[in-house]
Nanobody
Framework: QVQLLESGGGSVQAGGSLTLSCAAS????????MGWFRQAPGKEREREFV??????????RYADSVKGRFTISRDNFKNTVYLQMNSLKPEDTAVYYC????????????????WGQGTQVTVSS
């Protein structure tokens, strides 16, 4: 079992920045592909893929909506994954979740192995 705990959410104005962290316990994160997803207000039944990073951090993927603004990274020694969010927009407002999975099928979020509890990000205009 992997326990994931997100932190770093908050309220910012448009154009601002936040860095989210996802700390793992129970198992080493280096065994998993890690991803960030978000759930927007009024869309409680859907989680949108944001970014993913390979086990060694050699490869990353981003949703088109965040490409060039968000950066995913990981520190396997600290068992932590990060999401640096710059140039935030009101449409980035959501609960952000990190996930750990052996495959990370980003279009099948319900199938992913482990989830954190989420952290709220609110961007005001």
């Amino acid at each position: 079992q992997v326990q994931l705990l997100e932190s770093g959410g908050g309220s910012v104005q448009a154009g601002g920045s936040l860095t989210l962290s996802c700390a793992a316990s129970g198992q080493t994160l280096s065994s998993y592909i890690m991803g960030w997803f978000r759930q927007a207000p009024g869309k409680e039944r859907e989680r949108e893929f944001v970014a993913a990073i390979s086990r060694s951090a050699a490869g990353t993927r981003y949703a088109d909506s965040v490409k060039g603004r968000f950066t995913i990274s990981r520190d396997n020694f600290k068992n932590t994954v990060y999401l640096q969010m710059n140039s935030l927009k009101p449409e980035d407002t959501a609960v952000y979740y990190c996930a750990a999975d052996q495959i990370m099928r980003t279009t099948a979020w319900r199938s992913l192995d482990f989830w954190g509890q989420g952290t709220q990000v609110t961007v005001s205009s």
